[in-house]
Nanobody, 125 residues
Framework: QLQLVESGGGLVQPGESLRLSCTVSGADLVWHTIGWFRQAPGKEREGISCISNKNENTYYTESVKGRFTISRDNVKNTVYLQMSSLEPEDTAVYYC??????????????????WGQGTQVTVSS
């Protein structure tokens, strides 16, 4: 059974950086597309980035373009989300999720059938 574990969250000041990790177990990452989502208090879950397994195509929501970078290391079975120039509005619980092999990826929840438990990111001065 595929499992995902997020790590790397924490408390940072505005303008600082964090790198989140999503480690996959129970399956080979090479056969899966991975997405990152976040949910702030009182708000709906928001898709922010994804990376496909074929050709490593990526997609970002507009609010994080130029600040966040998604990457994958199939040997380590881990997907990373490098977050820079963090803003208070980035405060949320961040989740990674997986679905099967795909050339492209989507940042809507529907295709994802495995989810991690989330990691808290707080951006505050």
């Amino acid at each position: 059974q595929l499992q995902l574990v997020e790590s790397g969250g924490g408390l940072v000041q505005p303008g600082e950086s964090l790198r989140l990790s999503c480690t996959v177990s129970g399956a080979d990452l090479v056969w899966h597309t991975i997405g990152w989502f976040r949910q702030a208090p009182g708000k709906e879950r928001e898709g922010i980035s994804c990376i496909s397994n074929k050709n490593e195509n990526t997609y970002y929501t507009e609010s994080v373009k130029g600040r966040f970078t998604i990457s994958r290391d199939n040997v380590k079975n881990t997907v990373y989300l490098q977050m820079s120039s963090l803003e208070p509005e980035d405060t949320a619980v961040y989740y990674c999720a997986a679905y099967g092999s795909s050339q492209f990826c989507a940042i809507v929840p529907a295709p994802y059938d495995h989810w991690g438990q989330g990691t808290q990111v707080t951006v505050s001065s």
